[in-house]
């Protein structure tokens, strides 16, 4: 009896161990249209309906939460947003100076000038699920191919990207974050020279990028943006439209002189994503980065 | 097959749906030192330490299978961390049958420090392109504390859901029945029952 008992809870270990590695390695090795990549999309679709319902019946409890963490955090940010909005007035001052001066010299020039975020036709979807896992970020939204949603859209809040559609249904998407670990975007630095480099997600450490491949001479700054290329190259196109911001460089240091990167952090709260813009139509705008 | 025979496998699955769907909705969403509490393992652990070895992988196989399906990872490699969590809290129970209450909140850290470190080995095995940073630990950490303090409530709902649904257990019978001082070889009867009735020769 007790060696029957035994045999049964080795088998059944044994059992499900040799799935999850035939799991992991069917997974793996297949493409993105393989048929257990439509099971899993399908799980999704299944799914989706329930776990917004569950989001907005528990949006109460997680509002509460969250008041209590942002007011923590919102104490240690008083002092850090005064001296921001003192070196942010001095900016906007040269700012509109450059802005007057580049409408004057885009109608000389007759540029197109259609590459607001408005043209690319974004679409508002809401954050439904979250991956908690250190390893993998993604969200769930609720907009899917039914709203004009394709795969490989790119996706920005608060007014920045934060990353694109990697799995579409036809009333959610899956988006995955540009902290995910297979992430990477060409990203060019608001430089005097425009440095451009390609940016990656530093893993463990949500509230942080790095820019790599720049060159070691670069005159990179704290406090200078970051934002997308958008190359255009024959009939190859970058994923992102060019121009749109992704973070601010917080430090250079030794890394640049001796490895050629920075650090950026996002400008947009990756962790506290509640509503986000699908840019539907990325290549609407014709104005971008030649690659000579 | 016998309603009896399915009350626990019915109440595991409905479990496993309950604590992903709740997980993913609302739990995760919730940022605590800049992390999130993660109830997956601790659902398993307490599985495992309740029910034994064989529901507690089969749980474990279960949820990391829909943890995975639902967010779209790599297929496996949840369902063999949760595996090891749920056999591991399971042949606990069998050979050590822990009694004291803080067992839960040990097995919870452990459980979750587990699924953190195991998940960076995969990853790695697997092959990140991306720089990795010292901070992955100190997020590790932050979890395991945050999980071990959830660990103790996590268990008693668990307990609460699946309990009835249980075999018997003769051990933990037993077990009862001393600590409420009722058929203890130890104690004398005459202790228990007042003075034998003598027999007139």
Sequence with gaps: ?????????????????????????????????????????????????????????????????????????????????????????????????????????????????????????????????????????????????????????????????????????????????????????????????????????????????????????????????????????????DLYPPRIPIGTVTSVGNDLANNGQVQVAPAADLRHLDAVQILTTPHAGSLRAQVP | MSYESLRLPLRLIALALFAVVIQEAAVSQISIFGTSADLTPLVVMSVGLLAGSVSGSLMGFGTGLLVDMMLVQTLGVTSLLYIAIGYWSGRLRELRDPSHGLVPMAMGAASTAFAGLGMAVIQFLLGVDSPVSFLLLQQIVVAVLVNTLLSLP????????????????????????????????????????????????
């Design chain 1, 1 to 237: 009896m007790h060696s029957k008992q035994v045999r049964r809870r080795r088998a059944v270990l044994a059992a499900v161990v040799a799935v999850s590695l035939i799991l992991l390695t069917a997974y793996f090795g297949e493409s993105a249209s393989s048929p257990l990549h439509s099971v899993q999309r399908g799980i999704v679709q299944v799914f989706s309906p329930i776990q917004e319902g569950a989001s907005q019946a528990l949006s109460p409890f997680r509002d509460i939460a969250s008041f209590f963490s942002d007011t923590f955090k919102a104490k240690s940010e008083v002092k850090q947003l005064r001296n921001e909005v003192a070196t942010l007035q001095g900016e906007l001052a040269n700012a509109q100076a450059a802005k007057i001066q580049n409408i004057q010299l885009t109608n000389q020039l007759k540029l197109d000038n259609t590459n607001s975020i408005a043209s690319y036709r974004p679409v508002a979807a809401h954050v439904i699920v979250r991956d908690p896992t250190l390893w993998y970020a993604t969200v769930e939204v609720d907009k899917g191919s039914a709203d004009g949603v394709h795969l490989n859209d790119p996706v920005t809040g608060d007014g920045a990207l934060v990353g694109q559609v990697s799995v579409v249904d036809p009333n959610v998407s899956i988006v995955t974050l540009i902290t995910d670990h297979t992430m990477a975007v060409a990203a060019q630095v608001q430089d005097t020279s425009g440095d451009t480099g390609l940016l990656v997600p530093a893993v463990g450490n949500p509230s942080q990028l790095v820019l790599q491949y720049l060159q070691r001479n670069a005159q990179v700054q704290v406090g200078q943006q970051v934002v997308t290329v958008g190359f255009k190259f024959g009939q190859y196109q």
């Design chain 2, 154 to 201: 996590v268990y008693a709902a668990v307990r609460r859901l699946i309990q009835p649904a249980l075999p018997d257990d003769p051990r933990r019978r037993r077990r009862r029945a001393y600590t409420t001082g009722g058929l203890s070889p130890l104690q004398r009867p005459s202790s228990r029952l007042g003075r034998m009735p003598r027999t007139s020769r």
